[in-house]
């Protein structure tokens, strides 16, 4: 993928990019923005900014940040149909 030298060279190009994924996906909606655009833009953002890429994380921390994001995606979903 990108070696540290390359990453510098080119992390406003990808925080750009990622902020143009987050723009053409609001002209799609609200659903789009948050499925498609705010994910592309935190992890373009990260990659530039020298996180490990996805691909580079262990299956087993992976699989917990997903367990983590369905259970906050529970939790979201549980206040919404409790407060109405």
Known sequence: MLDDQSRRKYSLPISIAGV???????????????????????????????????SKIPNR???VYVGIAVVVVIGVVLYAFHSR
Not at 28 to 54: D, E, H, K
């Open 61 to 63: 921390d992976a699989l």
């Open 20 to 54: 143009v994924v987050l723009l053409v996906s609001a002209r799609f909606g609200s659903t789009a923005v948050f499925l498609i655009g705010f994910p592309a833009l935190f992890i373009a953002c990260g990659i530039a900014a020298g996180a490990r890429t996805p």
